[in-house]
């Protein structure tokens, strides 16, 4: 069933938001996500689920016995598209409705397929499909789905929809914003109605709009795969009446025997066997009157808690959420299809005693039940991720906890995080507010006489994050109660906003070539297909001549309305002296010279010191993992052509160059420089701390460095006896650097922060050495670059070095989360 088709030479869509009862992840994201997501519309694609539904998929991880298999657990929840729960208590959150808007085109898929691939391939599904475009005169479509968009507004201030994070919601709204055009439609004359049970009950509903038009009910066919405990439903026909017709499949309709057995004693009360080829998993009511005939389809069974109640909450014990539309026609026999086709068809010769019902599939019918309290002692957190532009990262952790059972004023919360891709967990620690923690905030509202609602705030390393949110991440909070117990809160998905500006700073970077030229280096030299390579070079001449003709105003400097929020970001430098050439070595040459200017430049920006490190740390790289192939192609026969000098000579300039015996590089300028920037930003009083500016030295420089000594020691000398005599302890210096003092990098080097220095080396490595071997030049490369634990001994071997010269060595002893490989290294350097 392919009801998301969209017209792929003009998607004008920016937004999705999907309901569904029952999710099928893999499914959703291999098939019906890229229909979602479409290419302008970003990550706004919010499917909303059941809340119980909602768990099961955070549970899949481990469990064996779910429907919810490994294999279909979430890997883009929370990055490519948000699941958000509706807690609807006792209740079942269960409409099937798309909803895709823009600003020049609203589309909606209401019916009863959920969002699995049964739903989707092999079930027996009703769904109906509307479209239109801005400006139409189509005033019924129009407002079709005005009320659909009215739903989703109503639906978010719902009590049942409180749960939610901050980015889910600022997605959610991001959609029904761009189509707000959609409310400036007048009510028209209607043949067709969205409705939903938000506020009254469906069926009131819809014999409201039937009475309105002057029509009477004469018979009423259903058709739903559900009945629920009671045939409420048929005998509100019934009761008055009127003939009413249940068509019900053989093995797959959910009905008690002895009900039905009791209400078809009554001489308007029917029942007819529905064939079909596949399970019927649709909902249709036909009403018939003397005038016309009325079809309501949507997710709603023919159950009470789906047509005779309101939709419920946490806290209350009415019925499911549920929506569908109503349509009215003259042709009585406009909707026979549906009951007489090849594929689906009725018999009246119908057996109840014969009759074999189905087993429960979905959920059982509303139960009377006493009030619903909140009696958890620590709710799931939601956790909203939000990446900045250039470094760093900001975790909202909102979370309500049982004050009677907990003091959150006394107690540390631990947030485990859970990589489902790679099974790896890491654990943060949420300190309370009495804590004098100058990187924790912390917010407290109070919910009822028992429970409080605490909003955490706590700045973390963007390369940590960054190794969690790819893939699928859960996460869930553990708490020691007074009697010492540990509780465990349910699991959620995080959600992760995307950096701000990351479309103008990505750019930005592109125009620098900090990305291209690596990738295109030895394809630039190797490549047999000369056309090819010619187009590589015409390439990044571009590149050069882009950034020659202007700079890229990412600061969004010159905005006149001073309203508009100012963008975080750095103004790229104009490189007018830069030539293009047709030489590959020359151009290669040209971006060496223009991203060491860049840098001496970016060592003066005080607005913005973040951007710089970034900027810097972007340039780092690519000239690491330039020199990497440029040192492994000029060893190679037959390419004099390479400009082999240009490691030696940049490494030099950049790294290790010495003046008056002191340490006087281009990067050891930056490092002081951004201190001195940091200082006096904190004697002013702004964000920005020496703190903050040492965490991006740790996270987006030091690895750059380390890297740097390995090429240094590893290609550009033969021994590490000739790599310190040219290069001295200039890379330990460099390494210390990016530290307050050796108090602080002792008790930096944990087997955690150990960890990702090593994964960004990586990181930073081995995409170099895939290019070079798919050109079968690998073999040039030391065998460090080759072998994952090799690199990783020869990374900890330069911190040891650094954590020897900057004499933490007998600190890092008494640090418990100590990695003894590098303490040891540490100690072999001080004997030496």
């Given amino acids: 069933m392919n009801i998301l088709k969209l017209d792929q030479e003009d998607r004008s869509v920016t937004g999705t938001i999907a309901t569904t009862y029952t999710f099928g992840p893999r499914f959703f994201e291999s098939q019906i996500l890229d229909a979602c997501a479409d290419r302008h519309s970003g990550r706004n694609t919010v499917v909303l689920v059941d809340s119980d539904t909602y768990a099961e998929t955070t549970k899949s991880l481990g469990s064996k016995n779910n429907d919810l298999r490994i294999s279909d657990r979430p890997k883009a929840a929370g990055s490519r598209y948000y699941l958000a729960p509706v807690d609807s208590g006792p209740s079942t959150f269960h409409p099937k409705v798309v909803y895709q808007a823009g600003e020049k085109r609203a589309n909606a898929f209401i019916g009863s397929a959920n969002l699995t691939q049964q739903g989707y391939t092999s079930n027996r599904e009703v769904v109906t499909a509307v479209s239109v475009e801005a400006e139409t005169d189509n005033l019924r479509t129009a407002n079709l789905l005005k009320d659909c968009r009215s739903y989703f507004v109503q639906l978010r201030q719902h009590s049942a929809a409180t749960e939610w994070g901050e980015i889910v919601t600022d997605r959610y709204q991001t959609v029904l914003d761009d189509s707000n055009w959609l409310t400036d439609y007048s009510d028209a004359a209607q043949d067709t109605w969205f409705l939903h049970n938000l506020n009254t009950p469906l069926l009131d509903q819809i014999r409201t709009r039937i009475q309105k038009n002057g029509d009477q009910i004469t018979a009423v066919d259903i058709i739903a795969p559900f009945y629920g405990t009671s045939l409420a439903v048929p005998r509100e026909f019934t009761g008055d009446g009127i003939e009413t017709t249940l068509h019900l499949q053989d093995g797959d309709t959910q009905i008690d025997i002895e009900e039905l057995e009791e209400w078809l004693d009554s001489p308007v009360s029917h029942a007819a066997t529905l064939n079909a080829d596949r399970y019927v998993h649709g909902k249709v009511l036909l009403f018939r009157t003397e005038s016309g005939c009325y079809c309501f389809s949507g997710s709603a069974n023919g159950s009470r808690s789906a047509l005779l109640t309101t939709a419920g909450s946490p806290k209350s014990t009415v019925g499911n959420h549920e929506a569908g539309v109503l349509r009215r026609v003259d042709n009585h026999s406009q909707y026979e299809y549906l009951l007489d086709g090849e594929k689906i068809y009725t018999t009246d010769d ?19 039940s006493t009030t619903d309290e909140h009696s958890s002692i620590l709710s799931a957190p939601i956790v909203s991720v939000y990446q900045r532009a250039h470094s760093g990262a900001r975790i909202i952790v909102e979370v309500t906890i049982n004050t009677e059972q907990i003091d959150p004023q006394r107690s540390e919360l631990s947030l485990e995080i859970d990589r489902i891709d790679s099974g790896e967990s890491t654990t943060l620690t949420l300190y309370p507010a009495d804590r004098s923690r100058r990187d924790i905030d912390l917010e407290a509202q109070t919910v009822d006489d028992s429970h409080q609602r605490l909003r955490y705030s706590k700045p973390t390393h963007r390369n940590q994050i960054r190794r969690f949110v790819k893939g699928g991440c859960r996460v869930r909070l553990a708490v020691e109660t007074a009697s010492g117990e540990e509780v465990k809160s349910g699991f959620r998905w995080i959600e992760t906003s995307p950096p701000d500006d990351t479309e103008e700073t990505g750019k930005a970077t592109e125009r620098a070539g900090t990305d291209t030229v690596p990738q295109s280096m030895s394809d630039l030299f190797l490549l047999d297909d000369i056309e090819r390579r010619e187009g590589i070079l015409t390439s990044i001449n571009g590149v050069i001549a882009g950034l020659r003709e202007g700079t890229a105003d990412i600061a969004g400097e010159g905005e006149k309305n001073q309203n508009t929020k100012r963008r975080e970001g750095i103004r790229v430098r104009n490189w007018g002296s830069a030539s293009t050439s047709s030489d590959p070595s020359s151009a290669i040459t040209t971006f060496y010279n223009e991203w060491m200017e860049d840098m001496t430049e970016l060592s003066e920006v005080k607005t913005d010191p973040d951007g710089a490190f970034d900027a810097v740390a972007a340039r780092l790289r690519a000239i690491n993992q330039c020199n990497i192939q440029l040192e492994a192609l000029g060893r190679a026969d037959g390419h004099e052509d390479i400009p082999s000098h240009l490691p030696t000579e940049i490494t030099n300039r950049l790294y290790t160059r010495q003046e008056y015996g002191q340490l006087g590089s281009r990067l050891h300028w930056f490092l002081t420089r951004g201190r001195d920037a940091a200082e006096g930003a904190e004697s002013d009083g702004t964000s920005i701390t020496v703190e903050t500016i040492y965490s991006w030295c740790q996270e987006d420089i030091l690895p750059n460095i380390i890297v740097g000594a390995l090429i240094a020691e590893h290609q550009l000398a033969s021994s590490t006896e000739e790599y310190h005599r040219y290069f001295g302890t200039s890379f330990e210096q460099l390494a210390s650097d990016c530290f307050a003092d050796e108090v602080a990098f002792a008790h930096w080097a944990t087997t955690e922060s150990v960890g990702l220095t090593l994964v960004t080396i990586g990181e930073i490595i081995e995409p170099v050495v895939g290019q070079l071997d798919r050109h079968g030049y690998a073999k040039e490369l030391p065998y460090v670059f080759r072998d994952t634990n090799r690199l990783e001994d020869a990374s900890l071997r330069v911190l040891g070095r650094a954590l020897a010269k900057a004499g933490g060595t007998e600190v890092y002893k008494t640090v418990s989360d100590r990695n003894q490989k590098l303490l040891q290294f540490a100690l072999n350097s001080e004997r030496r």
Avoid at 353 to 364: M, S
């Fill in 350 to 368: 119908f057996d109840v005693n014969a009759f074999t019902p189905g087993v429960l599939t979905e959920f059982d019918d509303l139960q009377e």
